[in-house]
């Protein structure tokens, strides 16, 4: 048993998130037979990702400020502090924050790498985030 080192907070990239987005790593896999990564996501205000999919699915459990969740057919999910939003494995969908509050959620994923176990698209457009 060991305290986990920390890693420093790393902002997203642009090509992925528009806004401000930071991630801190909370768990990643120590080999080959761990898969779950746990991040803790922070929003700004109107802050969103890009269109994107993970293999494995995904789970966010919002703990602060309201997130907003879509899908391809246009639905839209608000989701308060407390509730957790299940994404199936390779649904497409966006996360953000609502515009006037910041968000923070723990993601829960499985990959040992999420650059590969992720897989991106396209930015959202004001449209489809409903504004």
């Known amino acids: 048993m060991n305290i986990e080192p920390t890693i420093p907070t790393m902002k997203n990239p642009p090509e992925q998130f528009a806004g401000d987005v930071w991630v801190d790593l909370i768990a990643i896999p120590h080999g080959p037979e761990q898969r779950a990564v746990l991040a803790k996501v922070r929003f700004a205000p109107g ?11 995904q789970y966010c459990h919002v703990t602060d400020g309201t997130a907003l969740f879509g899908s391809r057919d246009g639905t839209i999910i ?7 939003v299940y994404t199936p494995p390779n649904e497409e969908h966006w996360h953000a924050a609502a515009p006037d509050s910041f968000m ?28």
Do not use: F, I, N
């Open 104 to 131: 923070e959620h723990l993601a829960l994923l499985e990959g040992t790498d999420p650059a590969t176990s992720t897989v991106w698209g396209e930015h959202v457009t004001d449209e489809e985030l409903g504004r």
């Open 47 to 57: 802050a969103r990702t890009a269109w994107h999919s993970h293999a494995h699915g």
């Open 78 to 84: 608000e989701a308060k502090a407390g509730q957790t």
